[in-house]
């Protein structure tokens, strides 16, 4: 009795998650509609892609023009059905819509680099930041705090220093 409950269940939740779900009274959401910005291909991305990825998914990702197009070759080659005729399109639109954010300047580099030597070496080692390893939002935090502590860093100086070290010191 339990394994049937929980076979239908499955069957039920399988159903209503590809939008099969006449006459059991619900309605499947929409994920070919999502936040997908308008724009030419995206419907080919809507019939192509949605259907097994969410498109949470595919707005989460931040690639070249070169990493989405590996990207549509790999899944045409895990079975992904996009014809050769809506490739350009798909990729134009993923790589104007979803690309990586622009990394800090050269000279914000320095800028963040003397700001770290001057408000963070004045009292830390730099094998602490080092042991760190933050995210930029944990960076920003440290920063935050330490200003709160009486580190000499302006408003305008945080973010080339939370840069330089998320970029210094990420995540490992």
């Keep these: 009795m339990v394994a049937k409950k929980m076979t239908r269940l499955v069957v039920v939740s399988v159903f209503t998650a590809f939008g099969v779900v006449a006459g059991l009274g619900a309605q499947a959401p929409d994920l070919r509609r999502g936040t997908l910005p308008e724009g030419a291909g995206v419907e080919v991305l809507r019939a192509r892609c949605i259907s097994c990825h969410g498109s949470d998914l595919i707005e989460s990702q931040r690639l070249s023009r070169d990493g989405w197009t590996r990207e549509i070759e790999k899944m045409i080659r ?3 059905t996009v014809p050769e005729s809506d490739r350009l399109a798909l990729t134009s639109y993923l790589s104007t ?9 050269h000279e914000q ?11 963070c070496l004045a009292c830390h080692g730099a094998d602490l930041s080092e042991q760190q390893r933050l995210t930029p939002t944990g960076w920003t935090r440290e920063v935050e705090k330490m200003v ?8 305008t100086e945080k973010t080339a220093l939370v840069n330089y070290l998320s970029a210094t010191f990420p995540v490992r």
């Design 97 to 105: 819509h979803f690309v990586p954010a622009p990394v800090a300047s």
């Design 78 to 80: 895990w079975g992904a």
């Design 148 to 155: 709160r502590w009486g580190a000499s860093v302006t408003d």
């Design 109 to 119: 580099a320095v800028q963040g680099e003397a700001i770290f030597k001057r408000a």
